[in-house]
């Protein structure tokens, strides 16, 4: 089912997104995220992973391989931080309720009340006062200010190497956030005699936020940000295998735009051309489009393929026995922290995840169309970032505290 010009909102073709809107999507997705960041902060600390010095950058000699070095005991902490940070959100359950209490039929009072969701889902995050874990969150924004910051030269620390990585996972929700920004511009750009309802505000609304081009630009703009990430490792290591390593990276990160961009386009030209079709003759657009289809398909296939070795091979130094190994675990490292069998199921998973995250990041693939299809979708993903991020972590732990056991990617 195509959403139409005419309706008032941005539509979904699913009616349970009339419950459950995409606004309100976007804000449990974001909260289940720190919740699986949390709940990796506990996991590894359980495991014996001082995260907390790796996170931070630290790389002074350490010749004791000490599990016992992060206590279990203060692993609690991690859930603590989670609950603190995610406590506002009972507080919108009433502005839910009055969303779903508001007929259909005057849509910019719904837009009203999203907005509002919005303003104070803002100032709790920016709020200056040492409550609701003010440093955690002057944490986030620092860090988040590193990611973005546009420079060639800065250096590039673990911690914001996996932030700019978790952000590549909510690529899709950035995106699904600018559909609502754009829906939410109806209540702030003027129509025709300035009336909210006209059907030119309701057509700019639907037309710029179903079909533009700033949808799979926002959804590649993680990607790119970790491409520079990887350009910057890149230009500050000596030449040699280290180098194309990182080059190597960022060619992976490269791949994601032709998967995003092909088919954004080939979203809007099929709508630019839907209003031309029933006649059956076949158009130049018609070639293009199935050129477009084929591209897409082939672009898909490499960068799917490639981000699954890169994330077993090289990012947790798995799925292969290199020269000289000579342990009993097929496809394992000589060291490891976690029973043998989460490895192989993290593979598993890691590649079914993957193919299905690929299919999300299309924007002319119908998944909406399935009953809570893109939510589940971004959801998995989200899951598969937190399992990703055990082996990630693991893996860099490792190489600093057993130095043989280092990548000779």
Known sequence: MEPHPDDPILVEPSDWAKIFPLYYRILLLGCFGVWCWCLNLHGLRIAGIDARTILQGSTGPDDNFDCSACSPEAAPSSLERSRTATEGLPAHVPNWWCYLLVPEDIPNVKRFIILATGIVLIGILTLPFHILAYADRMRFFRALGRVLYPSLTAPVFFCDVIMADILTSFARVFSDSWASLCDLSALLL????????????????????????????????????????????????????????????????????????????????????????????????????????????????????????????????????????????????????????????????????????????????????????????????????????????????????????????
Request: charged share 20%; glycine share 6%.
């Open 190 to 409: 003027p129509g025709s005699g300035g009336d909210p309802q006209t059907p030119d505000r309701i057509n700019f609304s639907f037309e710029q936020c179903g079909y533009s081009v700033f949808g799979p630009l926002v959804i590649c703009l993680p990607y790119l940000l970790r491409f520079r990430q990887c350009i910057n490792e890149a230009l500050s290591s000596p030449a040699g295998p280290v180098r194309r390593r990182h080059l190597a990276n960022a060619a992976k990160y490269a791949s994601s735009f032709p998967v995003v961009l092909l088919s954004g386009y080939e979203k809007y030209l099929s709508w630019k051309t839907k209003d031309h079709d029933g006649d059956g003759t076949i158009t130049p657009r018609d070639h293009i489009l199935t050129l477009l289809s084929q591209l897409w398909l082939l672009s898909a296939i490499v960068n799917t393929l490639y981000s699954i070795y890169w994330d077993t091979a090289v990012d947790w130094n798995l799925g292969y026995t290199a020269r000289g190994r000579t342990h009993c675990h097929p496809f394992l490292r000589p060291h490891i922290i976690f029973d043998n069998a989460l490895y192989y199921a993290a593979i598993a998973i890691n590649v079914l995840l993957r193919t299905t995250w690929t299919l999300k990041i299309s924007p002319h693939l119908p998944i909406e169309t399935l009953p809570l299809g893109g939510f589940t979708l971004e959801w998995l993903e989200v899951l598969r970032r937190w399992l990703w991020v055990y082996f990630r972590v693991e893996r860099e732990w490792l190489d600093k505290k057993v130095p043989l056991t280092a990548s000779t990617d």
